[in-house]
């Protein structure tokens, strides 16, 4: 079994939603996950019965939740596709883009940790350079499991359009961070395209 990333909050922590949020999205934190699962549906089953709905909703055809961590199960699947129109779904709501735009944050104090908690994008932190041709990367998620590999949902802007890009199954190579040197050779092809036209 692999150890899911936590963002560092502690049982009995009383946090605010939006600590959570910020938790989920840039340090991939599981603790995060299941605190806003249990908050908002009783129970993490509960909330993903709510994700499976949305799922269907949206017209997320080759999608199937079965948790909130996006750990490994057997009926827990997406594709690349899906993941694209949930982010451009998710980037409509301003807080939503506020959190994935957002290199790090930092919580005020809590009963557990007086000074707060500082946490750090996994896609921002591997990236020393956001630009590409023509524009920049604005924000992402990354992910990763064994059996998926390294998988990256991001978004950019490039000349006067905004572009969504999933990429998934990278291997590990020597830099660590194959999604994000995908993207960034992606989103520069696609710059350099954009530019000739």
Known sequence: ?????????????????????????????????????????????????????????????????????????????????????????????????EIAESPWHSTPGTNLHPDGITYYSTMFKNMSDTSVTGGEILGGKTGYTSEAGHCLASFAQIYDREYILVTAGAAADATGVPHILDAKTIYNRLGEAVAQK
């Open 1 to 97: 079994a692999q150890d899911a990333t936590q963002a560092g909050f502690q049982p009995g922590e009383t946090v605010q939603a939006i600590d959570l949020l910020y938790g989920v999205m840039l340090p991939s934190g599981a603790d995060c996950c299941i605190a806003l699962a249990d908050t908002i549906a009783g129970s993490e089953e509960g909330f993903v019965e709510l994700m499976n709905q949305k799922a269907e909703k949206l017209g997320l055809e080759n999608t199937h939740f079965c948790n909130t961590t996006g750990l490994h199960a057997d009926d827990h699947y997406s594709t690349a596709k899906d993941m694209a129109v949930l982010l451009q779904y998710a980037l409509k709501n301003d807080t939503f883009r």
